[in-house]
């Protein structure tokens, strides 16, 4: 059986979740590389490493719920 909430799979709402957070944070790390100065210098880099972990993250998360899918 799968968790439902409303028409919706759970895993709809975190794979979305999980998407807006890694939009966000490669939004700000763009941000911070065309911005530069001490902003730029201190965070885009750290913002793109953040990025990556949210990407490994985020398909993990893809991974799992194909596997619950196929498996129910």
Known sequence: M???FGGMDIFDYVIIGA???VTSVLA???FAL???G???RSYSNKLMRLRVLT???TIA???VA???RHAH
């Open 34 to 36: 065309f911005r530069g």
């Open 66 to 68: 194909v596997w619950w």
């Open 38 to 40: 001490d902003f730029g």
């Open 28 to 30: 700000l790390g763009i």
């Open 19 to 21: 998407l807006a957070v």
């Open 61 to 63: 998360i893809l991974v």
């Open 2 to 4: 799968r968790p439902k």
């Open 55 to 57: 990407q490994a993250v």
